[in-house]
C-alpha cells in the first residue's frame, strides 16, 4: 500500500468532509435546509398528483371499491402510479388519506 493513502476510515472520512465543503456543499444544521427544501418540494409534488387524480379517485370511491380493487382497476386502465409503475392497494390507501387531508370544506 502506497503511503499517499491513509486506510483508516476516520481520515477518508475527513477528507471527503473536507472535499464536499470545498465544493460548496452544506453540512450539519446548514444541511438541514436542504432537507426541508427537498422534504418540501416532494410534498407539493405529491398534492399536485393527487388533485390531478382527484375526479378518478372520486368514481372510485363512488363505486365502493375495496383499496386492492382500485389498484387493479387503475392498473387496467393504464393510469401511472406517481413514479411511473403499477398501482399497489398501499399506494391507493396513501393517496386517499392525501387526497382526505386536501379536501375543500
Known amino acids: 500500500m502506497s503511503d499517499s493513502v491513509d486506510p483508516t476510515?476516520?481520515?477518508?472520512?475527513?477528507?471527503?468532509?473536507?472535499?464536499?465543503?470545498?465544493?460548496?456543499?452544506?453540512?450539519?444544521?446548514?444541511?438541514?435546509?436542504?432537507?426541508?427544501?427537498?422534504?418540501?418540494?416532494?410534498?407539493?409534488?405529491?398534492?399536485?398528483?393527487?388533485e390531478q387524480h382527484r375526479q378518478?379517485?372520486?368514481?372510485?370511491?363512488?363505486?365502493k371499491l375495496t383499496h386492492r380493487r382500485m389498484a387493479e382497476v387503475l392498473n387496467e386502465r393504464g393510469v401511472p402510479a406517481a413514479r411511473g409503475g403499477a398501482w399497489t392497494h398501499g399506494q391507493v390507501q396513501r393517496m386517499l388519506l392525501r387526497l382526505q387531508d386536501e379536501s375543500p370544506e
Open 56 to 63: 378518478l379517485f372520486a368514481e372510485l370511491i363512488a363505486e
Open 9 to 50: 476510515i476516520s481520515a477518508r472520512t475527513r477528507k471527503a468532509l473536507a472535499e464536499a465543503k470545498s465544493r460548496g456543499v452544506k453540512l450539519g444544521a446548514a444541511g438541514a435546509d436542504n432537507i426541508r427544501a427537498t422534504v418540501a418540494k416532494r410534498k407539493a409534488d405529491a398534492d399536485a398528483f393527487a
